[in-house]
């Protein structure tokens, strides 16, 4: 039987959630093989990684090096057998490197935005580099977790259908805040209480600002663009029109605690936004278009009223997506669900690993 042998990079919260959920798969063709944190690396090929794999990486004594890990993966792709890296990370560093991976034969299964969203250059070296050697790159929890986004705009588009809009609410973050914070009452609790409950949900980036400021909706939004044509009128997520909900004196604060302890100065700005929307019959909902009829990619903060489905039909960290086509159309096609958290993002992240048996 042909073996799909894994590397994984990153093991914080969708990483260790990834690892369980492999290692629970039974009469398993996948076998894990190594591991790399930001500081240690555990390579593994005939010694099997274990659900006692956190005292196995830590007592390592190698330090991360993933340049050497590639090379050492390299060398046991074969006819039958394929290599995949998991990346887990939200690293650029890492990013960098999916053109060395495909080019070298390595398939790459990710949850991270950024190698698909940062510059156009990255992205058709990744693109290229896939092309060249045949091995995949799947990255169905890019956008909306596990949810099948990725999956049904390529069928979609695949099939012939023409994308006319994508509209909805694209971030779990955004949308669990936004569900508690803004529900048509003109009172509710604090702003910064509820951004600080989403972090310990497990939904918001490394960096919660990343959410904040519209980035992480931009970098999906980016993602789906490219899915349906890539072009570099996108170079980067950056071109999106992006309206930041961090007030500017936060700007570039450079980590998440920091940015906790002084996000209560601002709830006071949030509450005059809710009690407005409030006022004329509104919620507030954080949401992104990506339009390729009119060339328009944007993000930001709209007031819905209270009947409207972004309003009436969201909880938790729901992701709401609208697929307008040629084909569901006046009727688009609507996925929802969850659309952050480990064990979501996860099952994503497997569900790509299952793709490639
Ligand atoms: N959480 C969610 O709901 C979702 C997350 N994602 C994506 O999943 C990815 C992981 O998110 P999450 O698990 O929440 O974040 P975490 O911060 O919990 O995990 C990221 C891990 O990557 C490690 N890391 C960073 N750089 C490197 C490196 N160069 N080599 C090896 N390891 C490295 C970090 O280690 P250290 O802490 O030591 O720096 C950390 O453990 C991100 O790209 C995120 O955007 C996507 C969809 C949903
Ligand atoms: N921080 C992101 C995680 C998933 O992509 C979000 O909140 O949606
Ligand atoms: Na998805």
Redesign the pocket.
């Known amino acids: 039987m042909s073996k799909i042998r894994v590397a994984v990079?990153?093991?914080?919260?969708?990483?260790s959630e990834f690892i369980k959920q492999l290692l629970s798969v039974r009469g398993s063709q996948f076998q894990l093989i190594a591991l790399?944190?930001?500081?240690r690396t555990l390579f593994s090929p005939d010694t099997p990684i274990t659900s006692s794999w956190k005292t196995q990486l830590s007592n390592s004594t190698e330090n991360?090096d993933?340049k050497s890990l590639t090379e050492r993966l390299k060398a046991l792709v074969t006819l039958t057998d394929k290599v995949v890296v998991v990346d887990?990370?939200?690293?650029d560093?890492?990013a960098a490197l999916y053109p060395l991976w495909l080019s070298s034969g390595l398939h790459v299964i990710?949850?991270?935005?950024?190698p698909f969203s940062g510059s156009y250059t990255l992205y058709e070296a990744i693109l290229n580099a896939s092309k060249s050697t045949g091995a995949r790159y799947l990255n169905e929890?890019?956008v909306g977790?596990g949810l099948p986004i990725i999956s049904t705009l390529k069928d979609l588009v695949m099939t012939g259908d023409k994308v006319l809009k994508i509209e909805g609410v694209f971030s779990?973050t955004m949308s669990y805040i936004f569900n508690q914070y803004s529900t048509g009452s003109p009172d509710g609790p604090s702003f910064s209480s509820v951004v600080s409950e989403a972090r310990q949900k497990?939904?918001?980036?490394?960096h919660p600002a990343d959410d904040l400021n519209g980035f992480?909706v931009a970098r999906k939004l980016t993602i789906l663009s490219r899915t349906i044509a890539p072009s570099p009128s996108i170079y980067s997520f950056a071109s999106v029109e992006t309206a930041s909900l961090i007030p500017p004196a936060l700007e570039g604060i450079p980590t998440g605690d920091e940015f906790f302890a002084r996000l209560p100065e601002f709830d006071a700005q949030f509450d005059a936004m809710r009690k407005e929307a409030a006022k004329e019959g509104k919620v507030l909902r954080f949401v992104g278009v990506v339009d390729p009829t009119k060339g328009e990619v944007k993000a930001g903060l709209e007031k819905y009223p209270t009947t409207h489905p972004f309003a009436t039909s969201l909880g938790g960290?729901d992701n709401i997506i609208m697929f307008h086509t040629e084909r569901y159309s006046p009727r688009p096609l609507i996925v929802q669900g969850a659309?952050?958290?480990?064990a979501?993002?996860a099952m994503?992240v497997l569900s790509d690993l299952f793709k490639l048996l």
């Open positions: 990079i990153g093991v914080g919260l969708v990483g790399t944190s930001s500081t991360a993933v887990n990370t939200s690293s560093d890492i990710t949850p991270n935005k950024k929890s890019t977790a779990g497990g939904y918001t980036e490394p992480d960290s659309g952050a958290g480990a979501v993002t994503g």
